[in-house]
């Protein structure tokens, strides 16, 4: 079983930065796809963006692109997203998932078969 835990959440005011960091147990997270998605109050998860497994290939939502980026490291078994420029739309929790497939990078939860528990981004304004 893979566990994912999450890392680097917390308060930060409006065009802000903040990076956080998914890391991985086991010795196979370099051979799987890797994506972040978030939950606001009162709002479905959503897709953020994703990762392939070496690092060459990446989507993002519309709503982060040029503001995130996803990056990882496979010596660390992590993963990050850089986030800059936040705004209050931006408060979530925030959670990384892991997909077998390694070249997954569609937005669909379906296709991630780990889950980390999540940290809290909060944008204050």
């Known amino acids: 079983q893979v566990l994912l835990v999450e890392s680097g959440g917390g308060l930060v005011t409006v065009g802000g930065s903040l990076r956080l960091s998914c890391v991985s147990s086991g010795r196979t997270f370099s051979i799987y796809a890797m994506g972040w998605f978030r939950q606001a109050p009162g709002k479905e998860r959503e897709f953020v963006g994703g990762i392939n497994w070496n690092g060459h290939m990446t989507k993002y939502a519309d709503s982060v692109k040029g503001r995130f980026t996803i990056s990882r490291d496979n010596a660390k078994a992590t993963m990050y997203l850089q986030m800059s420029s936040l705004t209050p739309e931006d408060t979530a929790v925030y959670y990384c998932?892991?997909?077998?497939?390694?070249?997954?990078?569609?937005?669909?939860?379906?296709?991630?078969?780990?889950w980390g528990q999540g940290t809290q981004v909060t944008v204050s304004s």
């Open positions: 998932a892991g997909s077998r497939a390694t070249d997954f990078l569609a937005p669909w939860e379906r296709g991630y078969e780990f």
